[in-house]
């Protein structure tokens, strides 16, 4: 997916990034939250929202940013199908983390589910294996409740 280096939203991300890298979570936050202070569309508050979502101190708090990636990659459109099985992995993710094992595996699902729009490349693959890790974990402990 190519996103548009012009666009200031993805100029603030990638700053985010930058930060990320050299150990400063706390300031690519703080980057990333004025991105979402200046979106404008659907495509800029699902890209914004993805990056806040990743640095929430609590699992409700990520999960609250994650859905609202979700939103807004669902209402960006069909170029955004890939991100689908990611966002639904983080989702299920954080369920999973607040023992609520079936809404985990009903979002463990609709990643799979969308898994045929992912590349057969590193980034897939890794997204892919974290769905059936995150299938395989709940399903045992659904069967052991």
């Known amino acids: ?18 930060l990320e890298v050299n150990g400063k979570p706390g300031d690519a936050l703080n980057v990333y939250m004025q991105a ?8 800029e508050k699902f890209i914004a929202a993805h990056y806040v979502a990743r640095h929430q101190p609590t699992i409700k708090d990520k999960l609250h940013w994650d859905n609202i990636a979700l ?3 669902l209402k960006a459109g069909e170029k955004y199908k ?4 990611s966002l639904y992995l983080n989702i299920a993710k954080c369920y999973e983390d607040k023992s609520n094992y079936d809404i985990a595996l009903e979002n463990y ?5 969308f898994t045929s729009f992912l590349a057969d ?3 897939g693959n890794m997204i892919k294996a974290g769905i059936h890790n995150g ?3 709940v399903t045992v402990v659904n069967k052991a409740e």
């Open 1 to 18: 997916m190519q996103f548009d280096p012009n666009n200031k939203v993805v100029q603030l991300c990638a700053e985010g990034m930058n």
């Open 36 to 43: 979402w202070g200046i979106t404008a569309t659907d495509e």
């Open 71 to 73: 939103d807004f990659a």
């Open 82 to 85: 890939v991100q689908l099985p």
């Open 109 to 113: 699902q609709l990643a799979l589910s």
């Open 121 to 123: 490349d590193g980034y």
């Open 135 to 137: 299938l395989e974990r």
